[in-house]
């Protein structure tokens, strides 16, 4: 079993209450450390950078996996009848960049300085946008569409990807940033390596595995063999922070974050 994670699985009913009315970063542990609940399906998708972020921070959470028909049962009693939620001692809040940031702000990966914070989520944006781009071909599961979805793909493939990674890139290299949103390790790379994972993975048919080998400040890999290293996501996503961890021998392998 992981350090500071409850992996739950199957749903209880969600409860509304008041929000808290105090300030300021919560505590990660003792008494009043809040008591957290991440429900989702049982598999990494967008909710991955939020379980990364309380791992790195050593905060304790409840990880709940539900199957789709548990989702459907506790559907309506859902604020957006949507997964995944975050309860924060019993209020529950819907929306994976508010838990993103969230969680960051408890394991100390969203900056405090509002400017700092602004490139945060300037990136979470960005990436935002780049998952809408594919995701309307991951609703064409039909025998009928999938001409159409490959060529959409190829499209992706060939014109919309790059352009959109050359754009990170460029910000990156040209402000001179050692991570996705300045030269500390923040939310912004763990959303990005989320990504840049789930195109590798080669699940995304007609995405070459490859799609971002030319971008070495989102992507290096290391000589000689598929390990990753260098100042790319994959090395700076996997750095342990504290107690709590789970990424093996820290040193920047991508084996510590897949599991």
Not at 61 to 85: C, H, K, N, W, Y
Not at 146 to 152: D, G, I, N, R, S
Request: charged share 25%; glycine share 10%; with cysteine.
């Amino acid at each position: 079993m992981l350090r500071g994670v409850t992996v739950v699985t199957g749903p209880r009913p969600c409860k509304a209450r008041q929000p808290p009315t105090r300030c300021g970063a919560a505590n990660t542990g003792g008494p009043t450390a809040p008591k957290l609940r991440l429900t989702f399906f049982d598999f990494k998708s967008f909710v991955e950078p939020v379980r990364l972020a309380f791992h790195m921070g050593g905060i304790e959470f409840e990880d709940v996996r539900v199957t789709f028909e548990e989702f459907a049962a506790m559907r309506d009693s859902l604020p957006f009848g949507q997964v995944p939620i975050l309860e924060v001692d019993g209020l529950v809040v819907s929306q994976t960049l508010a838990h993103l940031r969230y969680a960051g702000r408890l394991a100390g990966l969203y900056p405090e300085d509002p400017v700092a914070a602004m490139l945060v989520d300037e990136c979470l944006y960005v990436v935002t946008d780049v998952e809408a781009a594919l995701v309307p071909t991951m609703r064409m599961r039909d025998a009928a569409a999938q001409e159409e979805k490959m060529a959409l793909r190829k499209e992706l493939a060939e014109e919309t990807l790059p352009r959109w990674c050359s754009m990170i890139e460029n910000r990156m290299a040209s402000n001179g940033w050692s991570h996705a949103a300045g030269d500390e390790l923040n939310v912004a790379d763990l959303f990005v390596y989320t990504l840049g994972l789930w195109m590798r993975k080669g699940v995304l048919d007609g995405i070459p595995t490859t799609i971002l080998d030319g971008y070495p400040k989102l992507w290096r890999r290391g000589q000689g063999g598929s390990q990753p290293e260098g100042r790319g996501l994959e090395r700076t996503a996997l750095k342990p922070r504290s107690r709590g961890s789970w990424f093996g021998s820290g040193r920047g392998s991508m084996s510590g974050l897949v599991r």
